[in-house]
């Protein structure tokens, strides 16, 4: 017989509770201002009495998490004092594995870059992988100059599936060796910092909702165009995961069906007709790339996906026609998670995309305009991320960040 479950019971909140989520919703006003904003400002912005700001912007001050930049004002009046997120408040540590390079990074509290560094990944034992990265970690940290003290953590970024409650990745399909390793208890013994694990799409969204500026408000998908391919989402500036920290994969959504066989019985998948090594597969067998890569799954598949675009910019019609269909194919995929989702926005991103956005922009937008069923309400912004290649690392940094201070309704349950 088959087991009914029972709806989770709705929690209450508190005062205490309410002070803190509050403080969260001031600081995430302050941070989407580049310019900075005055209390007054602050008040009419997040809709809470002047002397709740005071306190909380008092707060704020005190734990070093925002400062005050100069006054403004030229009417009459007492000029308002300007407050800023203080970058030097809070720092995190961003690690992304991925199948053919690992990128390490420091972030401050407003997103920015302190530090970096990037390695191929070892084809080695998992365990001993792990040991490397926690090395790269500490040297990364002492290289950055930064006080060990205001790290609030490390992020990491893995490709999925995972297993969001153990830390684990649950084999990748691009990693092998690494099923059920979790990577979050390991290198959190190995560093002795906070550990937090997610999926690097996932992780991706996260980065443009903190770093990404305009494309990072609001309702969008992030389409993470790596080794493979998958979907970041954020609703209403709240990044969604799902039950089990899984949502985005789309790499069995149908996009062609007389195209290439996939692993899951089907034919024409994502996974198995726009991935770059498939296209580089392509162009290798269509005679556009001379020889054959020795590692499908590697560093290689890069160098050879921009080999592939240095052609169809040098006017390759074979190459161009790849690269052509790639987008037309992504297109289709991004249509159904777009009307599904009902998104104002879609953000492209990656370690491939630099070399496929020149592509992808002159294409996508006009496909994703005729397929959208909401086209009629509303535009369908398509844009490239703002964060950068690094993406991944960023937001896996990132990840630290809003597990500190992004403003989530889970933040106003009592403790069960």
């Not at 990693?175 to 937090?196: D, F, P």
Request: hydrophobic share 45%.
């Amino acid at each position: 017989m088959t087991e009914i479950r029972q709806p989770t019971p709705r929690r209450g909140t508190n005062l205490p509770r309410m002070g803190d989520f509050n403080l969260t919703v001031i600081l995430e006003a302050i941070r989407r201002s580049p310019g900075g904003l005055s209390r007054v400002e602050l008040a009419q912005v997040v809709g809470l009495s002047p002397q709740t700001i005071s306190n909380i912007s008092r707060r704020l001050l005190d734990q070093h998490l925002i400062l005050e930049a100069g006054k403004e004002g030229s009417g009459p009046g007492k000029p308002r004092t300007i407050l800023q997120l203080n970058p030097g408040g809070m720092y995190a540590v961003g690690v992304h594995l991925d199948p053919a390079v690992i990128t390490f990074v420091v972030l401050d509290l407003v997103g920015a870059v302190v530090r970096h560094s990037r390695m191929a990944t070892p084809g080695g034992d998992p365990a001993e992988v792990i040991t490397t990265i926690a090395e790269q970690i500490t040297a990364l940290i002492d290289d950055s100059g930064v006080d060990a003290a205001k790290i609030a953590g490390l992020g990491v970024a893995v490709p999925g599936p995972i297993d969001l409650k153990e830390g684990s990745v649950v084999e990748p399909p691009l990693l092998t060796r690494w099923n059920r390793v979790r990577i979050r208890e390991a290198l959190q013994q190995a560093t002795g910092l906070e550990t937090v694990v997610d999926k690097d799409v996932t992780s991706a969204a996260v980065a443009e909702t903190w770093a990404g500026g305009a494309s990072g408000a609001g309702s969008f998908v992030f389409m993470y165009m790596g080794t493979g391919i998958g979907c970041g989402i954020v609703l209403n500036d709240e990044v969604v995961r799902g039950t089990s920290g899984n949502a985005g994969e789309i790499g069995h959504i149908m996009v062609d069906p007389d195209g290439p066989p996939c692993d899951c019985g089907l034919r024409g998948c994502v996974k198995s007709s726009c991935i770059p090594q498939v296209l580089v597969a392509e162009a290798e067998a269509a005679g556009v790339l001379a020889g054959h890569r020795a590692d499908a799954d590697g560093p290689e598949v890069q160098e050879r996906y921009a080999e592939l675009c240095d052609k169809a910019d040098d006017g390759d019609e074979q190459a161009i026609a790849i690269l052509d269909k790639s987008a037309t194919l992504v297109a289709r995929a991004v249509s159904a998670v777009t009307n599904t989702l009902d998104v104002e926005r879609v953000v492209f991103g990656g370690p491939f995309w630099a070399r496929m956005a020149p592509y992808f922009l002159e294409r996508v937008p006009a496909l994703l305009e005729k397929d959208s069923a909401a086209r009629m309400i509303h535009g369908l912004e398509v844009v490239g991320t703002g964060v950068g290649e690094d993406v991944g690392a960023v937001g896996a940094a990132c990840l630290v960040l809003e597990d500190a201070l992004a403003p989530r309704a889970q933040r106003l349950l009592l403790e069960g």
